[in-house]
Structure formats: C-alpha cells, structure tokens
C-alpha cells in the first residue's frame, strides 16, 4: 500500500446545526460530504412535515431510524441477491 493512501486530512462539515470537524481519507471525503448533505435535506424534509407536530428530538429519531431503515433494506435485498444467484449456480450443477 502507498503512503499516501494512507494520509489523512482534516474536513469539516454541517450537519443540521453544528458544524464537525473530521479526520478522512481523501477516498472517504467526497462521500462525507454527500453524507451530511443527504442527512441534512432529510432533517429538512422531515422537519418542514412535522414542525408543528413533533418534538426536535423526535425528528431527528425519525431521520436515524429512516435512514437506518432505507441501510438495512439495501443490505437484505443485496444479501438475498446474493444468496438466488448461490442457489442458481448449484441448480445448474
């Protein structure tokens, strides 16, 4: 592996209403910056629905648990795809 590949750099970043100062790879930085930019339009998005009806923490519970939500199903549906090709390879055999 290459030293610089390695190399670490600060970023900072807005998320909702503090900004965060991280240390990334330059491979990671990119996807925290689209990270925090889809965390934040969530918090947007749930906050102009239920402003007049939910608590600030409740929203942002929402957002974690939406977002968690929308992982997880990805993660099963790639899991599950994984395993019908498995079975597809040996029912061919």
């Known amino acids: 592996m290459n030293g610089r590949q390695n190399e670490k750099k600060k970023l900072m970043v807005h ?22 930019k889809y965390v934040n339009k969530k918090i947007n998005a749930y906050s102009d629905y239920y402003y007049l009806h939910k608590s600030e923490t409740e929203i942002l519970n929402m957002v974690m648990l939406d977002i968690a939500f929308n992982l997880m199903k990805y993660k099963c549906a790639e899991r599950t795809s994984l395993l019908r090709r498995f079975i597809n390879l040996f029912k061919k055999h």
Do not use: F, G
């Open 15 to 36: 998320v909702y209403d503090r900004d965060m100062e991280l240390t990334v790879s330059k491979e990671e930085e990119q996807c925290y910056i689209m990270a925090a």
